[in-house]
């Protein structure tokens, strides 16, 4: 990586209590990636997203994001990011439009642009033939459509988001994918955890693997691969080990690096 | 599972589940001790459950104590108010009391295969445990210890009578509920409920007033009220158990055995309304509320924001969004209402013809306004004390922006304060209407009380609103209240504000000019301002330290 890269962590840490939930990780992500963070659940993806956005302070360790410091310029680096939390963060008793309007101005635009903004995204987002329905009567993927417009009214540098297919049909994962898309040809940076392999595998152009708190894995996807298949074979039949031929998907590749099998034959014996 | 027959599986499964149940919430309560908050919680909780048992212990004797005066005195017909009062109670305090109790969903225990008699009684064993049953059978056993103390061989009799009417309440309470929760499940028919229901309350606050003014005039026609309410009320559950005992006493077996029967046909038909709630929740009823797309209107027109001269955008678009959020919370919007409604309430009060002696605020006008001032500033602190409550997961939104906390709080407060302008102009003129025109020291001297209290009050309440956050929801009714110690502390709060109000105007009537009063508010305003200068610029830093607590408490669904 030779640019200076756009988010970079240097032994960032966070505990709770006895729990290390993020171990001393170093991440680099460059310019215009498009970025995926991977684990298994409780891996300390989430903890990561919300120290690198700011929502939780780190134990120990450093970040930069766009170069500047996170803990003495988190102001700054605000203003250029966009952050879809896991909780989405929304205003239940606003309409769609008053909340972005809001989001807008909450992040420097002025009135006008805000309101313009915030009508071209409702379209986008095909959320504007229900103006009046407030936000906590939307559907599960109204609402992830709606965090995901309020993320980027501002046109941000670099975009946060925390498993942002969840729970989203596959007509508005469309949506989402080319506005994604559309952000990445104009040199945004996108950092996104998600469970669903497939659509990390079809988007991200690079992918960090975190495994009980420790960076297991990070580069794009054929140094992975490469690292990967380096190491000792799997056994067949585990699910991590491509046909012959073929080349190792994602998931093959993260259920080399954390470890995982599938194991139900040997055990559970008493389901089904 | 060969050698168990199927009876005795259920049974068996039953009895782990409730004991599952029990255990859940046992562990519930433990867990939550972990946090200093939890403890603090825990420790407010103590105090009032201190006060309940006080209540029940005392209600419970004073009514043991009256029963058998009653009887003593030949007059076992006076039981009769004390069911009512107790059955009043029962069905009244929890909805006034929802802050107090843990306000458990059981309908989340439906994912489990909870057969429907467990459901039926978890949610009975739940009802069981509201301090408003504990303290009402309390009182209902008090009546049968008086009785029986009285009248020994009429133990067994009162006792069943006891259990039938405490059932009755128990199972009529949950019917309530159940259906209460029904329509409250739907934000809209929520928020007319809510609405119906506070308008309801505020009525009952003018039967008062009103029966006074025109009672004389209608005396003829409410006495025939009366008489046709009297024995209609004897037909209804508290009376037949009041005249199940009384004709226990004469004794008139055959009339108390039919009113026991009525009695427990009620509790068998509030059994079979909660049946038939309950029934529709085990099976998943589906209360969605989406509605149906409305046609896109072609030439929209860009709809701004708003702007506040003089404040940078951020702080205008929070306080927009404050005002929004208001606007919409019918309960939020007639608790405001409460300080000027209640300002009727003591003017019809006092205009009841014929009575000598008028209310405080007719003897004494001058102060109507500076005790709606009061009131008005006691209401708004429910807003003030936990300020990001209504915020729920926006509380991230907040922490990931690039606006510093202080505008956001500046917002918050300026939208407090505009309240408070608004409704005390409003106050100004009911009072000029109702009463007298505020006099001009009097006016002034309100001014720079509200000076002094007001931001001592938002200091307080913006380190209570990072430091005992709590989760409310704009649209219900009830439970809407902040933390329980908030609520000590903001107690404690008034009390200082108020003993220094009252001093200061102790000293100003001493020297017989309140312009004294008026200075002294004006010097501790000073000192008032300086300390919520002094935490407002706090507010980041506090707010960083406070983060993860604050999303924990607001983003708990």
Redesign the interface.
């Known amino acids: 990586m030779d640019a200076a890269p756009t988010i970079s962590t240097q032994s960032l840490t966070r505990r709770f209590g006895e729990l290390i939930a993020v171990d001393g990780i170093d991440l680099r992500v460059a310019p215009g990636q498009f970025f995926g963070f991977l684990g298994p659940n409780g891996a300390g993806k989430s903890t990561t997203i919300k120290m690198l956005?700011?929502?939780?302070?780190p134990s120990a360790g450093r970040i930069e994001i766009l170069g500047l410091d996170l803990t003495t310029h988190a102001?700054?680096?605000?203003?250029q990011i966009g952050?879809v939390?896991e909780?989405?963060?929304?205003?239940?008793?606003?309409t769609g439009?008053?909340f972005l309007?809001?989001?807008g101005?909450?992040?420097?635009?002025?009135?006008?642009t805000?309101?313009?903004r915030?009508?071209e995204l409702l379209d986008f987002v095909e959320l504007?033939?229900?103006?009046?329905?407030?936000v906590?009567?939307y559907?599960h993927g109204m609402q992830k459509k709606l965090a995901m417009a309020?993320a980027v009214i501002h046109g941000p540098k670099v975009l946060f988001l925390d498993e942002p297919f969840e729970g989203v049909d596959a007509i508005a994962a469309g949506t989402l994918k080319s506005m994604l898309q559309g952000m990445i040809a104009h040199g945004a940076t996108i950092f996104l955890t998600s469970h669903v392999l497939e659509i990390v595998e079809r988007l991200c152009s690079h992918v960090a693997i975190i495994h009980r708190g420790r960076l297991v894995a990070q580069g794009s996807l054929e140094e992975l691969r490469a690292g990967v298949e380096a190491q000792t074979p799997a056994a067949d039949g585990d699910g991590a080990t491509p046909a012959l031929g073929e080349k190792m998907t994602l998931e093959q590749i993260f259920l080399r690096t954390v470890g995982g099998s599938r194991r139900t034959e040997q055990e559970l014996s008493w389901l089904g | 599972m060969a050698g168990i027959d199927i009876m005795n599986e259920g049974r068996l499964r039953r009895r782990t589940q409730l004991s599952a149940i029990a255990w859940l919430r046992w562990r519930l309560f433990l867990n939550a001790l972990r946090t200093t908050q939890g403890k603090l919680e825990f420790l407010s909780r103590l105090l009032v459950s201190i006060a309940f048992t006080i209540l029940g212990l005392g209600g419970s004797f004073a009514m043991g104590l009256l029963a058998f005066f009653c009887l003593s005195q030949g007059k076992p017909q006076w039981l009769t108010l004390f069911f009512w009062i107790i059955f009043f109670f029962w069905q009244i305090f929890p909805v006034m009391a929802t802050a107090f109790g843990n306000n458990a969903d059981s309908s989340d225990l439906l994912r489990f295969p909870l057969s429907y008699g467990s459901y039926f009684l978890v949610r009975l064993a739940y009802g069981a445990f509201d301090p408003a049953s504990v303290i009402g059978s309390l009182w209902s056993f008090g009546i049968v210890v008086g009785v029986s103390f009285r009248k020994p061989a009429l133990f067994p009799w009162t006792l069943l009578v006891f259990l039938a009417f405490d059932a009755f309440n128990l199972l009529f309470m949950q019917m309530i509920f159940a259906w209460v929760e029904r329509w409250l499940a739907q934000?809209r028919t929520r928020e007319i409920m809510g609405i119906l229901f506070v308008l309801l309350v505020l009525s009952f606050q003018l039967i008062g007033p009103l029966t006074g003014r025109y009672g004389k005039r209608a005396r003829p026609k409410v006495n025939k009220v009366v008489e046709v309410l009297a024995p209609v009320q004897g037909m209804l559950p508290p009376g037949l158990a009041a005249d199940a005992i009384v004709q226990g006493i004469y004794p008139q077996w055959p009339v108390a055995l039919s009113s026991f029967a009525l009695l427990f046909a009620f509790a068998a038909l509030a059994g079979c309304g909660l049946h038939v709630r309950l029934l529709a929740q085990y099976r998943g009823e589906n209360l969605n509320?989406?509605?149906a797309?409305?046609?896109?209107?072609r030439d929209?027109q860009?709809?701004?924001?708003w702007?506040l001269p003089g404040f940078a955008?951020?702080v205008?678009?929070?306080f927009?969004?404050e005002v929004?959020?208001l606007l919409?919370?019918g309960p939020m919007l007639i608790t405001l209402i409460m300080p000027i409604f209640a300002l009727l309430v003591f003017r019809l009060g006092a205009m009841n013809s014929g009575r000598r002696s008028v209310s405080f605020l007719t003897r004494a006008p001058d102060l109507a306004f500076p005790l709606a001032a009061a009131y008005m500033l006691l209401m708004l602190t429910n807003l003030v004390y936990n300020t990001f409550g209504?915020?729920?997961?926006?509380?991230?939104?907040f922490?990931?922006?690039?606006?510093?906390f202080r505008d956001i709080v500046l917002a918050k407060n300026l939208t407090h304060v505009s309240i408070l302008v608004v409704e005390l102009i409003v106050a100004w003129i009911a009072v000029a209407f109702l009463y007298s025109h505020p006099a001009l020291d009097i006016t002034v001297a309100t001014l720079a009380g509200l000076l002094f209290a007001v931001p001592l009050n938002f200091a307080v309440g913006n380190v209570l609103s990072l430091y005992s956050p709590k989760r409310l929801d704009?649209?219900k009714f009830g439970g809407q209240r902040a933390s329980q110690t908030t609520a000590l502390v903001g107690l404690l709060l008034q009390l200082v504000v108020v003993g220094m109000g009252v001093s200061v105007f102790s000293i100003a009537r001493y020297f017989g000019n309140s312009w004294i009063a008026t200075l002294l508010l004006l010097v501790l305003a000073g000192v008032s301002l300086c300390v919520y200068r002094m935490i407002f610029k706090r507010m980041d830093r506090l707010a960083?330290q406070r983060?993860?607590t604050l999303?924990a408490a607001l983003?708990r669904a």
């Open positions: 956005t700011g929502l939780l302070a102001v700054d680096v605000k203003r952050v939390p909780g989405m963060a929304l205003f239940g008793r606003l439009s008053e309007n809001f989001a101005r909450m992040y420097g635009l002025d009135r006008q805000a309101a313009q915030t009508a504007s033939d229900q103006p009046k329905k407030l906590t009567d559907s309020a | 934000r509320e989406s509605a797309a409305s046609p896109l209107p929209r860009l709809r701004l924001g702007s955008t951020p205008a678009a929070v927009e969004k929004r959020y919409r919370s209504g915020d729920a997961g926006g509380i991230q939104f922490y990931a922006s690039p606006v510093s704009y649209s960083l983060r993860e999303v983003c």
